[in-house]
């Protein structure tokens, strides 16, 4: 009975303490010229449109990229105080719990790569493409962490502890493909290298998250508010990896049957690599996170003005994503009920509309965004609930 009375004691603590629990859930991918349909197909199955195909490839450059994000996070703001002795900076803080898993994959690629990859190479016989300047990255990460926020201002300070599932980085610096119009002989010249973790294998490390608030949060000032967002700042470790790496040049004019008969496919592609001069081994690597960089004008939800302008700009610690920057204005619609709309360039794409709407209740806030209203180079949704207890 005295351990009911305690639970319920605590219980009642916590209801009459302000805190507050955020959720953060995302999916998004885009292209700088590949169009969502032939994405689509992928993800979804079904055949890839040869019309798409041919205006996906009318739209690409020299240099392209595709890339692809989804997470989900959790954070809980709690009611206790990182010191409860109010003449140390610790009793305007609280305790902050991190929890999320992340997923981040990049593409850049060239024109005639997509095209041998989509059409074969028979539209390009006599011709020397140029398939290098090839560069894939993908990891996959898990955090929980533990940190402390402001409550006045809503910046937060959280460190995690980090366990990457699965990461891969590969470049092919220099890669040529070569069809003789003669005969069938190919002459493929490739130099690259690629770095690969397996689940099995998994790489610990820690990173930082800081969502600092500066300016003013009053809705009755005119100074404006910035953010300053970053994300993921931090390294992990892997004890085991695998390495691939190639430098050489194949010429293949095709097998004969008794070739076919005596050599099994183990030996003919052992062969292939060997002429490309293909190595693997075992290494252990230090394994840099998809760290998130952004800097943004914010607006206040309390604000009393109609009609207010945001905008920002994006980095991140990836050479298969460049820079996004944004801007767009602010219509509130109801007390309760804002909604805006924008234009955003960069990232894994090109200019683009962005749209989203928030809606703010006593107690909860609820923003839905999407950075691709447009749909032609893919798609994108964002959610983002916060609940004050």
Known sequence: MRLLFLFLLLGAQLAQAQQAVLLDTYGTYNSTGVRRQVADAFFYGGLIDSNEISRSLSGLQKRNTFGLQMGLN????????????????????????????????????????FGLVFQGGLPYIGDTLDIGNLRAEATTFSKIGIGFGNKASQSTFVLNFVAVQRNLAASLSKG???????????????????????????????????DYRFGSADSTSNEQQFQLLIQNLGVARAVQSTSYSLSGTLQYSGYSIATWQQTSVEQLAQAFLDSLGFEQALVSNWILLP???????????????????????QFMLRQTYTPLVYAGAQLKVKQFWRTGIGMAYGGFGGLRMQAYSAFQFKRSQLLLRSDNCTLRNGASLYLQFRCDI
């Open 74 to 113: 959790a954070q809980w703001q709690t009611p206790w105080s990182v010191s409860k002795d109010a003449q140390k900076w610790g009793s305007s803080y609280k305790w902050v719990f991190n929890a999320g898993v992340q997923q981040y994959a990049g593409l850049q690629f060239s024109k005639d790569l």
């Open 291 to 313: 760290a998130q960089i952004q800097l943004s004008k914010i607006i206040d939800p309390e604000s009393q003005q109609r009609l207010a302008a945001y905008y920002g700009a």
């Open 176 to 210: 040529s493909w070569y069809q003789t119009p003669s005969s069938a002989q190919i002459e493929l010249g490739l130099t690259g290298q690629a770095k690969f973790n397996r689940a099995s294998g998994q790489a610990y490390g820690l990173s930082l998250d800081i």
